[in-house]
């Protein structure tokens, strides 16, 4: 059965960093797209970043020069750099996979406090 593990979440002050992790395993990877959303509290769900496994990447407006996404393809894992963090990115993030079809974490709580 395939999972999508997520660690790194946490409480940070603003303009703190965090790393998000995300391991897939119970599969060979077989898609082309790995990636982030969130969600925050009475909102909907919106996309964070994504990658290609030949590494184009596409970023949300409101995180472009602070985020930063990669992929290990060896380990099949996707890794979200956050700098610069901002009360208003306060979510759970979800990691994100296509493979024979789209794939779900189950979440990681951020907490920016102002």
């Known amino acids: 059965q395939v999972q999508l593990v997520e660690s790194g979440g946490g409480l940070v002050q603003a303009g703190g960093s965090l790393r998000l992790s995300c391991l897939v395993s119970?599969?060979?990877?077989?898609?082309?797209?790995m990636g982030w959303y969130r969600q925050a509290p009475g909102k909907q769900r919106e996309m964070v970043a994504t990658?290609?496994?030949?590494?184009?990447?596409n970023y949300a407006d409101s995180v472009k020069g602070r985020f930063t996404i990669s992929r290990d393809n060896a380990k099949n894992a996707v890794y979200l750099q956050m700098n610069s963090l901002k009360p208003e990115d306060t979510a759970i993030y979800y990691c994100?996979?296509?493979?024979?079809?789209?794939?779900w974490g189950q979440g990681t709580q951020v907490t920016v406090s102002s």
């Open positions: 994100y996979a296509i493979l024979t079809r789209p794939y």
């Open positions: 119970g599969t060979v990877f077989s898609g082309n797209l």
């Open positions: 990658v290609t496994r030949g590494g184009t990447m």
